[in-house]
């Protein structure tokens, strides 16, 4: 049966080759399977890597992720998106791995990127106009991941998809599996405990 | 709503910085050929080296989740053979009867009765003994007990003795 034509949308980035990916990968083609993991691997790998605050961990949850979605797309009946069901997968593996590593935290920070020298909030940030001026970038860096450590995974998770990763409130309800209203008090919650452990390099200028 | 986003709005310009964490340059080339490589393997997902039952996973998991269990599991089972060892060591453990006691108690009544004919025989100085079972029987005697049959191998040595 041959596929429908791609009808190549300017807003939404061709929903219908998702499909036929999927399609393809649940048949066993790894060559559109690779496609799909190219399309989300940046995404899912950078939420496990927010949560884990370890490099090495998040690459093999990802790979992890990416292989368990493979062998369960078979009951994958397309109720929600390709995407949200693969977050779910690596948002669940990853809190699973979290409760088992419980206090055994062990941070392996990646570098920063290039932009983050220009980029007008951290220049502030790091400003000496400011009162964080002794605080150079690598060290907000550190105290921001080990401030995210201390929250729990249900917590950290709603703010890294919300504040980081810039994911709507609805579609992180979908992918946790609960209401709006969760998401919305957890988002609240685990802001004031985030304000609270960071007081220092929140004070008003 | 829009207050409470305001009020966090410091906070959420320094968690931009996490936007700026990227891997190492090249590792998004790599990704999906090792994911690729590892399906063509035919890798689970799962540790390496594991091909235990599901039960048998989740329970050695949950060991590794709560070392506290790990530390029960041990002490129970130290509890446990340290109550065997005591146990067996009871001096009125070996007089309850047990299903070996239950399954040698014919022959220990045979020796039994064997043995009131040695007695007999030492008055008269005749014993002959043509039993190949009694010799089959066990003959160590524990905790200071006599051992009939050990009497019998006696009196038979003595009475061989008497005949040469």
């Known amino acids: 049966m041959a596929e429908p034509a791609a009808r190549q949308d300017p807003e939404s980035p061709a929903p219908v080759d998702e499909e036929a990916l999927v399609r393809g990968a649940r048949r066993g083609d ?14 899912i790998y950078a939420t496990i890597y927010h949560m ?27 109720g929600s998106s390709f995407y949200t069901w693969l977050y779910r997968i690596a948002v669940n593996k990853t809190i699973n791995f979290l409760k088992q590593r419980k206090n055994r935290t062990h941070m392996s920070l990646n570098d920063m990127d290039f932009n983050a020298e220009h980029d007008p909030d951290l220049v502030a940030l790091i400003s000496d106009k400011t009162p964080r001026r002794e605080a150079g970038l690598t060290e907000l860096q550190e105290k921001l991941n080990a401030a995210m450590l201390k929250l729990s995974e249900p917590h950290r998770l709603v ?7 810039g994911l709507s409130h609805d579609e992180i309800a979908r992918i946790m599996e609960c209401n709006i209203g969760t998401v919305r008090s957890r988002l609240f919650y685990a802001r004031q405990q985030l304000q609270g452990y ?3 390099y929140l004070r008003a200028s | 709503m829009n207050e409470s986003e305001n009020d966090f709005e410091p906070l959420r310009r320094l968690l931009a910085i996490k936007r700026h964490e990227i891997p190492p340059l090249g590792y998004f080339n790599n990704f999906p050929g090792q994911v690729v490589a590892r399906l063509r393997a035919g890798d689970t997902g799962a540790p390496e080296g594991i091909t235990a039952p599901s039960w048998l996973l989740k329970f050695f998991r949950a060991f590794e989740a709560k070392p506290a269990y790990v530390s029960s599991f041990a002490c129970s089972l130290c ?14 453990a070996t007089e309850k009867p047990s299903l070996f006691t239950a399954f040698v108690a014919p022959s220990a009544a045979l020796v039994d009765a064997k043995s009131a004919d040695y007695a007999s025989a030492q008055t008269t100085g005749l014993m002959i003994n043509t039993n190949p079972v009694l010799s089959l029987q066990p003959v160590a ?24």
């Not at chain 1, 703010?159 to 990763?165: A, I, M």
């Not at chain 2, 509890?79 to 009125?92: K, N, T």
């Not at chain 2, 006696?154 to 008497?162: D, F, H, R, T």
């Open chain 1, 30 to 43: 790894l060559g559109a399977y690779d496609e799909l993991v190219r399309r989300y691997q940046e995404r």
């Open chain 1, 52 to 78: 884990t605050s370890n490099h090495e961990d998040a690459n093999d949850l990802a790979q992890e992720s990416f292989i368990k979605a493979f062998q369960a797309l078979k009951t994958f009946k397309g």
């Open chain 1, 159 to 165: 703010v890294v998809l919300h504040d980081v990763q």
């Open chain 1, 198 to 200: 960071l007081s220092d």
């Open chain 2, 79 to 92: 509890l446990l053979l340290l109550f065997g060892i005591v146990y067996a060591e009871r001096p009125d």
């Open chain 2, 141 to 164: 005697a524990l905790f200071n007990q006599q051992n009939p049959l050990a009497q019998v191998q006696a009196m038979n040595v003595n009475l061989q003795s008497l005949g040469n």
